[in-house]
């Protein structure tokens, strides 16, 4: 696509239930990355993939967070049993190889009740 | 480890004003350096970034920054301000080679008075 794509642009969900955000990359983006920005904060990195694989997923808070990135090309974020601090934004970006120019989707609101 | 200060939350100017952003940054290898804007309910957008070579960057809707490598700084500058121009504003730093990773400062919202 023109962009980079991230579904749903707005989730809701109950305190210890299971979601799922997908990021769409531009078409032809071998690197994936996935940030959260929580209110009055810049983006915080979490996980980077180069194809199919995780390159670096240091950025994870703890083991309820989990992405995937099955054919290289769609990711989804999965977070298990969501706490009220998982509450952000979840920003997805894509580029080409290593080239340094990422292109920002539009985040998930992602509020946590 | 990098990190990224940015000086003042909240930046206020008149329009057809100066516009400086202030970033420092802490890195242990020379950075590669990003500005970023973010208008509401969007994600964010590449204004410019400093790799190698010239120190003086030009990037989009008449920005620019200059990457001081002694004072550890890499300031955004606009001549004149537009209306246009209100919004979030991240500085970023990454290692150049290995982590393909950003760290980002907490933003300076900018606010542009008629």
């Known amino acids: 696509g023109a962009g980079v794509s991230q579904t749903p642009s707005n989730k809701v969900t109950e305190k210890g239930k299971y979601v799922e955000l997908r990021c769409d990359p531009i078409?032809?983006?071998?690197?994936l990355y996935w940030y959260r920005q929580s209110l009055g904060q810049g983006p915080e990195f979490l996980i980077y993939f180069q194809g199919t694989g995780a390159a670096d997923d240091s950025g994870l808070p703890n083991d309820r967070f989990f992405a995937v990135r099955p054919e290289g090309s769609v990711s989804t974020l999965k977070i298990q049993r969501t706490e009220r601090g998982d509450s952000a934004v979840y920003l997805c970006?894509?580029?080409?190889?290593?080239?340094?120019?990422?292109?920002f989707g539009s985040g998930t609101r992602l509020t946590v009740v | 480890a990098q990190s990224v200060t940015q000086l003042g939350s909240h930046v206020s100017v008149s329009e057809g004003a100066l516009v400086l952003l202030r970033c420092n940054y802490s890195?242990?290898?020379?950075?590669?350096l990003f500005w970023y804007v973010q208008y509401p309910n969007q994600g964010l957008q590449l204004l410019l970034k400093?790799?190698?070579?010239?120190?003086l960057v030009k990037g989009i809707n008449g920005f620019e920054a200059e990457f001081k490598k002694s004072e550890t700084s890499f300031h955004l500058t606009k001549p004149s301000a537009h209306m246009s121009d209100a919004a979030e504003y991240f500085c970023a730093v990454s290692l150049i080679q290995g982590a393909q990773k950003l760290v980002f400062g907490q933003g300076t919202r900018l606010t542009i008075n008629p």
């Open positions: 400093y790799t190698t070579g010239a120190t």
């Open positions: 970006a894509s580029s080409p190889d290593s080239n340094y120019g990422y292109t």
């Open positions: 890195s242990s290898v020379p950075p590669y």
């Open positions: 078409s032809g983006h071998t690197a």
